[in-house]
């Protein structure tokens, strides 16, 4: 049986194609909120639902999450992104108090195997927040830009590396902190943590745009070379043939 190891070369070649055009082009689709998961600590482990003295409201593109005790943790909104490391959130925030927020009560997070990182929604107005599960402590530092008005937040990992950055329109994005060294799948968590009883945070359109990463350029560069044996050797029985 001949085999044309040029049109598997080229059928190779198209295969790398697609996937980097897949990882580079896919767009940010909506999140219909009616399908997170729900669950909470109860001291002991995380169990489904939604704690005592809280309320918990999934509407398509709104939820909505009010404490209606001083329980300090709140409901966590989960939505599982597999094994996907190439990730890009954005969601609008809205609450029930002025801003700068007068209370620490909410978060949005992207959680892996390895840690999480995301931004806090507080006293302060935002905050920096990240951990990883080799270390004993998290980062929670407070973060100077934002002064008020409408809120727009997104997180983006590629990677290893993560940032976070928030707008006030939507569409320009200032960058608020990155780091790196997480790894393993990706995880988006909406939660509210606060202790003031009455306090309501709504995330609203939620959007995500969720790959896994395009090869590097090592790999490419040994897919390189090895398809540059494989045209030795069928240059090779070529010449034999001949």
């Known amino acids: 049986m001949k085999v044309d190891l040029g049109r598997i070369i080229a059928r190779g070649f198209m295969c790398v194609s697609i996937a980097l055009v897949s990882a ?3 767009g ?4 219909d909120l009616t399908t997170l998961t729900v669950g909470y600590n109860n001291g002991t482990n995380f169990v489904p639902g939604v704690p005592p003295g809280w309320t918990n409201i999934q509407e398509t593109n709104l939820l909505s999450i009010s404490n209606g005790s001083t329980l300090g943790d709140g409901p966590h909104n989960g939505l599982y992104l597999g094994t996907a490391d190439q990730v890009v959130a954005t969601v609008q925030i809205t609450t029930s108090l ?4 007068s209370g620490t009560f909410g978060g949005f997070f992207i959680d892996t195997s390895s840690g999480f990182f995301g931004i806090g929604v507080g006293a302060s107005g935002l905050a920096e927040q990240y951990g990883f599960n080799d270390s004993p402590s ?3 530092q407070a973060l100077s830009g934002y002064t008020g008005g409408p809120l727009f937040l997104e997180l983006i990992r590629s990677s290893s590396s993560f940032s976070a950055e928030y707008s006030t329109d939507g ?19 909406l939660t ?6 009455g306090e309501t945070i709504n995330f609203k359109n939620l959007d995500v745009a969720a790959t896994t990463a395009a090869p590097e350029p090592a790999s490419l560069a040994l897919f390189a070379i090895g398809l540059a ?11 034999s043939v001949g």
């Open 98 to 101: 002025a801003n700068p927020f």
């Open 171 to 189: 569409i320009a994005y200032n960058l608020l902190y990155q780091q790196s060294g997480l790894s393993g799948s990706s995880s988006l968590d």
């Open 138 to 140: 998290s980062v929670y």
């Open 28 to 31: 940010a689709t909506p999140v």
């Open 192 to 197: 509210s943590f606060g202790a003031t009883a």
């Open 24 to 26: 580079s082009e896919a």
């Open 229 to 239: 044996a494989l045209g030795g050797i069928r240059r090779r029985n070529a010449n």
